[in-house]
T-cell receptor, first 114, second 115 residues
Framework: KQEVTQIPAALSVPEGENLVLNCSFT??????LQWFRQDPGKGLTSLLL?????REQTSGRLNASLDKSSGRSTLYIAASQPGDSATYLCAVPNYGGSQGNLIFGKGTKLSVKP | DAGVTQSPTHLIKTRGQQVTLRCSPKSGHDTVSWYQQALGQGPQFIFQ???????QRGNFPDRFSGHQFPNYSSELNVNALLLGDSALYLCASSGSGVAPTDTQYFGPGTRLTVL
């Protein structure tokens, strides 16, 4: 059974710092891995999707890496800003399932202090 | 281009009641998935609808049922509400055939409180 874990559960950093969020999964047979952002009480916004054949994806100040063999992904945020404060979730498709059936971690709550 | 929309935004019900939540997918999408997100947890997959049929189901009791209409919009129904059903209910849509590489687009959610 696929399980997704995110460490740390919460992180507080001063503005301008570079930071790394971690995601691990137990079954390496994944189609892809997706990182989402969620603001309090709101829906999810897709940030980056890494295909199983890729090692990393970049969008602006965000860079996500994927190491299938070790069951790990990281989300790197450069030059953090107060507007980056949110909960970040990673998710993988359930094995054999369609993209719609995602298994999520519990998320990392990020707070960036001005 | 409207994204995924959900209604209502908030809902308060009492134990034993029934509730219906609604979702309209992003334009051009024909597959709808529903998730339940308890406070402090990641979303959990409830079920997915495609071509008006339930295609996949997560580990949720039969009290949770759904429907998809010809215009691809969807409803989530929960009967005999329990306190533990209090959560944010998220709808997500994706494109035709739902290849595993498709990105999911999520709606803003419906906050259900059961008293």
């Amino acid at each position: 059974k696929q399980e997704v874990t995110q460490i740390p559960a919460a992180l507080s950093v001063p503005e301008g710092e570079n930071l790394v969020l971690n995601c691990s999964f137990t079954d390496s047979a994944i189609y892809n891995l997706q990182w989402f952002r969620q603001d309090p009480g709101k829906g999810l916004t897709s940030l980056l999707l890494i295909q199983s054949s890729q090692r990393e994806q970049t969008s602006g100040r965000l860079n996500a890496s994927l190491d299938k063999s070790s069951g790990r992904s990281t989300l790197y945020i450069a030059a953090s800003q107060p507007g980056d404060s949110a909960t970040y979730l990673c998710a993988v498709p359930n094995y054999g399932g369609s993209q719609g059936n995602l298994i999520f971690g519990k998320g990392t709550k990020l707070s960036v202090k001005p | 281009d409207a994204g995924v929309t959900q209604s209502p935004t908030h809902l308060i019900k009492t134990r034993g009641q029934q509730v219906t939540l609604r979702c309209s997918p992003k334009s051009g999408h024909d597959t709808v998935s529903w998730y339940q997100q308890a406070l402090g947890q990641g979303p959990q997959f409830i079920f997915q609808y495609y071509e008006e049929e339930e295609r996949q189901r997560g580990n949720f009791p039969d009290r949770f049922s759904g429907h998809q209409f010809p215009n691809y919009s969807s409803e989530l129904n929960v009967n005999a509400l329990l306190l533990g059903d209090s959560a944010l209910y998220l709808c997500a849509s994706s494109g035709s055939g739902v290849a595993p590489t498709d990105t999911q687009y999520f709606g803003p959610g419906t906050r259900l409180t059961v008293l």
